[in-house]
């Protein structure tokens, strides 16, 4: 089981085409255009249940406010945690991570050369009747000895291809995953305090107890996604520190959009 859910979440993040500055693209397209600016995106989160949620909730301190239940708390994250995954905005909804290209055609290359290998090794007589039942169709003969050199050529230029990818490593990928946090964080808060009654704030001084936000958050993120969030406080401070920075227009979910 959470095998299939790190899967249906992994499918969704490609750091390598999703950087920073996209990322914060998005955000500007949600502040300037309303929460409906971006596609909607939460059936990419079906795999979030309420069992799911339940068992990640279980032992939290806090109780949802009345009127408030945990199937509503489900369909909600759905709705909520779509906004900071990025979507069709910018790029493309099937944008797909270099890494991932490169190893697709480094992988297909070898097939592409053991076909053209086999064509090779058969002789006229083994590639006469082939040609016959060619003639009768609407393509015709096709020259197999241009077949194996175009199989060839199409192989070297996967390769070429793939050793010419631009794949994001180390600090700008590390840099795009934590602005991925930050801003899960920022769009579950009013979600938080929707849920609970509570002020989705953390106590930062080191070696406090942080709060209910702040063990909700972790929890949630971790059986939704599968990631645990590195430097937690941090995240949290920032995610908040762009909350103070918007008061004059404070982001709010209405029950309507929440409902879907």
């Keep these: 089981m959470t095998g299939d859910r790190d899967d249906a979440h992994r499918g969704l993040v490609n750091l390598d085409a999703w950087p920073v500055h996209v990322q914060k693209y998005v955000d500007a397209k949600i502040r300037d255009g309303g929460l409906n600016a971006v596609p909607r995106g939460d059936d990419?989160?079906?795999?979030?249940?309420?069992?799911?949620?339940a068992g990640a909730l279980d032992g939290f301190r806090l109780s949802l406010r009345e009127g408030r239940e945990l199937d509503w708390l489900t369909a909600a994250l759905r709705r909520v945690l779509a906004l900071p995954t990025p979507l069709s905005v910018a790029i493309g909804d099937h944008a797909q991570s270099n890494a991932t290209?490169?190893?697709r055609l480094l992988a297909a290359a070898p097939h592409l050369d053991k076909a053209a290998m086999t064509i090779g090794d058969l002789s006229?007589?083994?590639?006469?009747?082939?040609?016959?039942g060619m003639r009768g169709t609407p393509f015709g003969v096709f020259p197999f000895e241009r077949m194996k050199a175009e199989l060839e050529y199409i192989s070297d230029i996967f390769r070429i291809t793939a050793r010419h990818l631009k794949v994001e490593s180390g600090p700008r990928r590390a840099a795009a995953a934590r602005e991925l946090a930050v801003r899960r964080a920022y769009y579950a808060a009013p979600l938080f305090e929707l849920a609970y009654g509570a002020d989705?704030?953390?106590?930062?001084?080191?070696?406090?107890?942080?709060?209910?936000?702040?063990?909700?958050?972790?929890?949630?993120?971790?059986?939704?996604?599968?990631?645990?969030?590195?430097?937690?406080?941090?995240?949290?401070?920032?995610a908040r520190s762009r909350h103070i920075a918007q008061k004059n227009a404070p982001l709010t979910y209405p029950e309507d959009w929440l409902a879907g």
Excluded at 212 to 238: M, Q, Y
């Design 124 to 132: 006229d007589l083994d590639l006469g009747p082939v040609a016959d």
């Design 200 to 238: 989705a704030t953390a106590n930062d001084y080191p070696g406090a107890d942080p709060g209910p936000w702040s063990d909700w958050f972790g929890r949630i993120i971790v059986a939704v996604t599968g990631d645990r969030v590195n430097d937690l406080r941090k995240v949290l401070k920032e």
């Design 101 to 103: 290209t490169r190893a």
């Design 44 to 53: 990419r989160f079906l795999h979030i249940t309420s069992e799911l949620i």
